[in-house]
């Protein structure tokens, strides 16, 4: 699933690569897939994006939006799969989600092997949709401080029992951040997935804030995790510390075999030495 740092790559590389260029054509999907939604038909669609202009890519939390000219804001986003460029003259898949043709013979297909939303918005509505409406600041934007984070914990405190995984994961608290970039940032910040909140001292939570900053910002400098790809079908060059690979080995920091659990529907690695 891309996470901040996928859709941030995405975003430069598609500033670098599309803005500025034609839409000849857009389609909506031609492979089935009940777990994609849209929210315009096949030739609404095509009717609102051909002829229109790119304008420069943005990502927020688990979303990528990018502007068009003509008063329009396309919208991926809670996906995993594969946004590729395609300069003219390339080859491009058969079977896609979304695909956009431009004036120049290139092109953009986005496929997703599991489930994501592809919608495109008038430009003002684009944070009206069920899972970008209201979200919280993000780990790369300039109000996510050590107070605000601060703040954020007492105010999840008030609420149900969480857990330092739960917080990272659940209910956007903070919205970028999944199962796969949490599970390092729980390691390096040596905290168990069930970690209560309630039991995190003054210095575990900078710890945590800071390591948060830290991984993403890691993250997004080497191009995004290495099991995700890019614009250009390249693998990112992050790779994860503690993944399913890790399972058996020895821990990166202590030399004890690295766990696997499940918790919060997912699976998480772990090091009961280092992660108590």
């Excluded at 909506?28 to 009940?34: E, S, Y």
């Excluded at 002829?51 to 804001?73: C, D, N, R, S």
């Excluded at 991926?76 to 390339?90: F, I, M, N, R, S």
């Amino acid at each position: 699933m891309f996470e901040l740092p996928e859709f941030t790559t995405l975003a430069r590389q598609m500033n670098d690569a599309l803005r500025g260029k034609t839409i000849r054509s857009g389609e909506l999907g031609n492979r089935p897939h009940k777990f994609v939604w849209y929210n315009r038909s096949h030739d609404e669609f095509a009717r609102l994006t051909a002829g229109t202009t790119v304008g420069e890519a943005y990502a927020k939390g688990k979303w990528l939006f990018v502007p068009l000219e003509t008063g329009y804001v396309l919208v991926l986003g809670e996906c995993g799969g594969k946004v590729l460029y395609h300069p003219a003259g390339t080859e491009t898949p058969e079977q896609y989600h979304l695909f956009l043709r431009f004036e120049d013979g290139a092109a953009l297909s986005v496929t997703t092997q599991m489930w994501g939303g592809m919608e495109l918005y008038a430009a003002g509505e684009e944070y009206s949709g069920k899972y970008v409406r209201g979200m919280r600041t993000t780990p790369v934007e300039p109000g996510f401080t050590f107070d605000y984070f601060d703040a954020l914990v007492d105010e999840v405190l008030k609420g149900p029992k969480r857990s330092a995984k739960g917080l990272l994961t659940q209910e956007g608290f903070v919205p970028g951040v999944g199962n796969a970039s949490a599970q390092d940032i729980l390691f390096r910040a040596r905290l168990h997935p069930r970690h209560p909140l309630t039991a995190l001292s003054a210095e575990q939570r900078r710890t945590l804030y800071d390591t948060i900053v830290d991984t993403v910002n890691e993250i997004i400098a080497r191009g995004g995790r290495y099991d995700e790809f890019d614009l250009y079908n390249q693998r990112g060059g992050y790779v994860r510390l503690m993944d399913s690979a890790a399972v058996g080995r020895p821990c990166p920091k202590c030399g004890g075999e690295v766990e696997k659990m499940q918790y919060l529907g997912g699976a998480c690695y772990v090091c009961p030495h280092c992660q108590q």
